[in-house]
């Protein structure tokens, strides 16, 4: 299967920690992308990898995995975080599916 | 400096053939391991990866839509060009090209919106 679950929305404290997650068949194969994108804007790559940050990504931001499951945490949540969060894999047959996306929301 | 700019109508009509131009500066898509993906988001909605070229010229498509969509590039004008056919009002959305490179998106255009309407 190709396809990519996240869940829909999550809330985190401003300053704590939270981790949006990601399910799929093709995790077990392949590393997880993820993407921030914000009201009106372009997505924007926040680790691509086992856990690997563009340049000018904050360090808050980082990337796990385990078995068909791949993890988006932040650590010390700032109220810029708030935006959709998008997972993205390939799989074996060369598409690269997108999650549902996760609304994260910052109290 | 990596740019990519979508182009293309932004009304076609139900039943049309939509084409999108990427333009993009800043790398050439003749180098081993550069790809540019078109991926597309309903107002509202969620990301949709549609189609991919790679360097070689090998071409991938979103299972669901790979009978109507068509991508090829011209490396020398540095474009990549996706053609849907038979559109349809919920192919309304905003159309994104963007860099991909060893399975992940790195730079996206702003997007262009489509809508389909008669």
């Known amino acids: 299967s190709s396809e990519l679950t996240q869940d829909p929305a999550v809330s985190v404290a401003l300053g704590q920690t939270v981790r949006i997650t990601c399910q799929g068949d093709?995790?077990?194969?392949?590393?997880a992308s993820w993407y921030q994108q914000k009201p009106g804007q372009a997505p924007v790559l926040v680790i691509y990898?086992?856990?690997n940050r563009p340049s000018g990504i904050p360090d808050r931001f980082s990337g796990s995995s385990s078995g068909n499951t791949a993890s988006l945490t932040i650590t010390g949540a700032q109220a810029e975080d708030e935006a959709d969060y998008y997972c993205?894999?390939?799989?074996?047959?060369?598409?690269?599916?997108f999650g549902g996306g996760t609304k994260l929301t910052v109290l | 400096q990596v740019t990519l700019r979508e182009s293309g109508p932004a009304l076609v009509k139900p039943t049309q053939t939509l084409t999108l131009t990427c333009t993009f500066s800043?790398?050439?898509?003749?180098?081993?391991?550069?790809?540019v993906s078109w991926i597309r988001q309903p107002p509202g909605k969620a990301l949709e990866w549609l189609a991919l070229?790679?360097?070689?010229?090998?071409?991938y498509y979103s299972t669901s839509l790979k009978t109507r969509l068509t991508i090829s590039k011209d490396t020398s004008k540095n474009q990549v060009v996706l053609t849907m056919t038979n559109m349809d009002p919920v192919d309304t959305a905003t159309y994104y090209c963007?860099?991909?490179?060893?399975?992940?998106?790195?730079?996206w255009g702003q997007g262009t919106l489509v809508t389909v309407s008669s």
């Open positions: 093709s995790l077990r194969s392949y590393y």
């Open positions: 963007a860099r991909t490179r060893l399975r992940y998106f790195d730079y």
């Open positions: 990898g086992k856990n």
């Open positions: 800043g790398f050439s898509l003749s180098t081993s391991g550069m790809c």
């Open positions: 993205n894999s390939r799989d074996s047959s060369g598409n690269h599916p």
């Open positions: 070229i790679d360097w070689d010229d090998d071409k």
